[in-house]
């Protein structure tokens, strides 16, 4: 992801070697190259008018170092602007103060979230955590057993509906798993839910019903970063039916341009953090918009 946006910047910084100063014109003509390579790269409009709004304004501005020549003095600008639209801070976890900490997953179908859902749970339990999978995902046949086929990969129990525990009623399942967890002492809940291939009205009523149901500390929209613009009018979609507090991008280590992954931090408010990068269940970090910045002016 990310190499043809990294290439043409690349080859708009390199327009700039040797030039003791930028004139008006230079600023010009480089804002113009960096909103093409944008553009191209799938973000979207608004985010890429302030994004060059922003570079413009502040290489006009008076920010002359004298350690930086203006090439420098450019990619350095381009490079706070991008880990500012990826989010500034990386955004952690935040744990409940008491009993356990639930996260609830959302997303469409086909998104990674029961293969996030292992992942999450795995790289807690690292940390020296004690969750619990919880399957929600009613509506498409193999989910629930592949919750427990990867939970069982990640050494992490996995909360199912059995015959008479709430079998049909995702709700239920959830509430039920509340209490097993603090019963077992499980310190996260992780919650999976049902998606649809597309946006619907009954998906969204149920997992806001389990989230009114769990009280999640953490609801995570769980986005495929290779489908697009198409990313954003579901964030936009799944923030007004269900909200959520934070953004997991799968499938970073796609072909895609990038755009959604650049433009949803922007377009949603909420900050993305956490990355998935494959299907094996290590394959999973924490999102660190200045890393992933680098990356991409590598
Ligand atoms: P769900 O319907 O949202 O629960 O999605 P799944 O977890 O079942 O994932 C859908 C498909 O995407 C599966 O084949 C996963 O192996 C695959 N997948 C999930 N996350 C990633 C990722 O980060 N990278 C790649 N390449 N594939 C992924």
Same mark, same amino acid.
């Given at each position: 992801?990310?190499?043809?946006?990294?290439?043409?910047?690349?080859?708009?910084?390199?327009?700039?070697?040797?030039?003791?100063?930028?004139?008006?014109?230079?600023?010009?003509?480089?804002?113009?190259?960096?909103?093409?390579?944008?553009?191209?790269?799938?973000?979207?409009?608004?985010?890429?008018?302030?994004?060059?709004?922003?570079?413009?304004?502040?290489?006009?501005?008076?920010?002359?170092?004298?350690?930086?020549?203006?090439?420098?003095?450019?990619?350095?600008?381009?490079?706070?602007?991008?880990?500012?639209?990826?989010?500034?801070?990386?955004?952690?976890?935040?744990?409940?103060?008491?009993?356990?900490?639930?996260?609830?997953?959302?997303?469409?179908?086909?998104?990674?979230?029961?293969?996030?859902?292992?992942?999450?749970?795995?790289?807690?339990?690292?940390?020296?955590?004690?969750?619990?999978?919880?399957?929600?995902?009613?509506?498409?046949?193999?989910?629930?057993?592949?919750?427990?086929?990867?939970?069982?990969?990640?050494?992490?129990?996995?909360?199912?509906?059995?015959?008479?525990?709430?079998?049909?009623?995702?709700?239920?399942?959830?509430?039920?798993?509340?209490?097993?967890?603090?019963?077992?002492?499980? %310190?996260? +809940?992780?919650?999976?839910?049902?998606?649809?291939? #597309?946006? *619907? !009205?009954?998906?969204? @009523? =149920? $997992?806001?019903?389990?989230?009114?149901?769990?009280?999640? %500390?953490? +609801?995570?929209?769980?986005?495929?970063?290779?489908? #697009?613009? *198409? !990313?954003?009018?579901? @964030? =936009? $979609?799944?923030?007004?039916?269900?909200?959520?507090?934070?953004?997991?991008?799968?499938?970073?280590?796609?072909?895609?341009? #990038?755009?959604? !992954?650049?433009?949803?931090?922007?377009?949603?408010?909420?900050?993305?953090?956490?990355?998935?990068?494959?299907?094996?269940?290590?394959?999973?970090?924490?999102?660190?918009?200045?890393?992933?910045?680098?990356?991409?002016?590598?």
């Amino acid at each position: 992801m990310f190499a043809t946006l990294s290439d043409r910047l690349t080859a708009t910084f390199k327009n700039l070697r040797g030039k003791g100063r930028l004139s008006e014109a230079d600023i010009d003509a480089t804002a113009r190259e960096i909103r093409i390579a944008l553009l191209e790269a799938d973000v979207a409009l608004p985010v890429v008018k302030d994004f060059v709004a922003a570079v413009k304004e502040r290489a006009r501005g008076e920010e002359v170092s004298q350690a930086l020549n203006p090439a420098q003095q450019i990619v350095k600008i381009v490079n706070e602007e991008l880990v500012s639209i990826l989010g500034g801070e990386t955004r952690r976890l935040r744990y409940a103060k008491s009993g356990p900490t639930v996260i609830m997953l959302a997303g469409l179908q086909g998104a990674g979230k029961t293969t996030l859902a292992a992942k999450l749970a795995l790289w807690l339990k690292e940390q020296g955590k004690t969750p619990l999978l919880v399957a929600c995902d009613l509506q498409r046949p193999n989910a629930v057993n592949q919750l427990q086929v990867n939970g069982e990969r990640a050494g992490v129990p996995v909360f199912a509906p059995e015959p008479g525990n709430g079998v049909g009623d995702p709700v239920g399942v959830a509430r039920a798993s509340i209490e097993e967890a603090k019963r077992k002492l499980h %310190d996260v +809940v992780i919650v999976d839910t049902a998606g649809r291939l #597309g946006v *619907d !009205a009954e998906m969204m @009523a =149920q $997992a806001a019903g389990i989230r009114d149901a769990v009280q999640p %500390d953490e +609801v995570l929209f769980v986005v495929d970063a290779m489908i #697009g613009q *198409d !990313a954003l009018t579901t @964030a =936009q $979609a799944f923030l007004d039916g269900v909200g959520y507090d934070g953004v997991v991008l799968t499938k970073l280590d796609g072909d895609a341009r #990038g755009g959604a !992954a650049l433009s949803i931090r922007h377009v949603t408010g909420r900050p993305v953090m956490f990355a998935s990068t494959g299907e094996k269940l290590t394959d999973f970090d924490v999102f660190h918009p200045d890393r992933m910045a680098s990356r991409i002016l590598d």
